[in-house]
C-alpha cells in the first residue's frame, strides 16, 4: 500500500464525507458492516467477478440504491485484502469464488 493510500485511508475513515475531487476512471465506496470506512478505488474493479459477487451480497444486505459512494458489507481488512489482490492483476483470480477468497484470507490471518 503506497504512503499516499495509507493517508487517505486514515483520513477517510470516520469522516463524514468525501473530498471533492475524485480523480478520473475512480469511484468511491464505503466499506464496513458497524464502522463505515470510506475508499477511493479504480472503476475497473467495478467488472472483476471477485467483486462483482461481494456488490451482489452487498446488494441483498443494504439494498441496490446509494448515495454518493456504494456500500460495501464486508470487514475492511476482508476488503482491503481483495483491493490488493486484484492490483496485483494475476489472472488466477478470474476464477477464484468470493468464499474462497473468505477462507483463504482468514487462514492467512490467523
Known amino acids: 500500500m503506497t504512503l499516499s493510500v495509507l493517508l487517505k485511508k486514515i483520513?477517510?475513515?470516520?469522516?463524514?464525507?468525501?473530498?471533492?475531487?475524485?480523480?478520473?476512471?475512480?469511484?468511491?465506496?464505503?466499506?464496513g458492516k458497524n464502522v463505515l470506512c470510506k475508499f477511493e478505488l479504480e472503476a475497473y474493479f467495478l467488472d472483476h467477478p471477485l467483486f462483482e459477487q461481494l456488490l451482489q451480497l452487498s446488494g441483498e444486505e443494504f439494498g441496490?440504491?446509494?448515495?454518493?459512494?456504494?456500500?460495501?458489507a464486508c470487514e475492511i481488512d476482508l476488503f482491503q485484502y481483495l483491493v490488493e489482490l486484484l492490483r496485483t492483476r494475476n489472472p488466477l483470480t478470474n476464477y477464484?469464488?468470493?468464499?474462497?477468497?473468505?477462507?483463504?484470507?482468514?487462514s492467512d490471518h490467523r
Open 64 to 72: 441496490y440504491s446509494y448515495d454518493g459512494a456504494l456500500r460495501i
Open 11 to 31: 483520513c477517510y475513515c470516520g469522516s463524514k464525507s468525501f473530498p471533492t475531487d475524485l480523480p478520473k476512471g475512480h469511484i468511491r465506496v464505503r466499506v
Open 96 to 106: 477464484m469464488e468470493l468464499k474462497d477468497l473468505v477462507s483463504k484470507f482468514n
